[in-house]
């Protein structure tokens, strides 16, 4: 994990000279060649990162709430504290590199979705990733894994063919939200093997009604 953000890091100070002349030459060839066409479908799927990273924790505890599934709890709280974790230092770093939007450099990129935040790293290809990361380490099955990928890697796509970041953005992006949910899920093993997840308990009421309730520990 630690080689992860050394990576990032490198690549945020290589962001000038020939590194930048080939990042925004590969961008350059990825936007203008893009079939413009396509557009409504590439901010569909760029727009689709905030309600999944929403939807997939919410719907997994739905899930075990009502199968009153310990696994799934535990896989709910791993999901969202992968998108949470990366997200804020996905923010972090952004304001830390403070790089400007390639749009803003380059007159030749057009800003084809709105996008006022720092470009490095890009955050929707972080937060796809962490989510794409975090579902495959608790569901690792082919037709979970290909699918949830395959969807990361376009979203990180959509980026550059919308002209919103450059490659070294969308690459930090990706280690950073991968690294962040394996990290993520590592902690959450080792909390699991110490101190037991977290997970339902019932008991009667009477004769008639069932108390439910979550047994989280904290020692």
Request: with cysteine; hydrophobic share 40%.
């Amino acid at each position: 994990m630690k080689n992860i953000y050394v990576l990032i890091l490198f690549i945020s100070f290589s962001t000038s000279g020939y590194s930048q002349n080939v990042d925004i030459d590969l961008l350059n060839h990825i936007h203008t060649n893009r079939n413009e066409n396509l557009d409504p479908a590439l901010k569909w799927i760029t727009h689709s990162v905030t309600p999944l990273s929403l939807a997939v924790p919410v719907g997994t505890a739905a899930y075990a709430l009502i199968t009153k599934d310990d696994r799934s709890l535990q896989n709910a709280v791993e999901i969202a504290s992968s998108v949470v974790v990366s997200g804020v230092l996905s923010v972090g770093l952004k304001h830390a590199v403070n790089r400007e939007r390639p749009f803003d450099t380059y007159p030749f990129i057009t800003e084809v979705v709105p996008a006022d935040s720092p470009s490095f790293p890009s955050g929707h290809t972080t937060h796809a990733f962490a989510l794409a990361t975090s579902v495959t380490l608790v569901y690792p099955e082919w037709y979970v894994v290909v699918p949830a990928y395959l969807w990361a890697g376009t979203v990180g796509y959509t980026r550059m063919a919308l002209g919103v970041h450059y490659p070294s953005d969308v690459l930090a992006g990706a280690l950073l939200g991968s690294g962040s949910a394996y990290l993520c899920h590592k902690i959450n093993q080792k909390i699991t093997e110490k101190h037991g997840g977290i997970r339902f308990s019932s008991s009667m009421i009477g004769s008639e009604h069932v108390q439910l309730s979550l047994i989280i520990p904290l020692d």
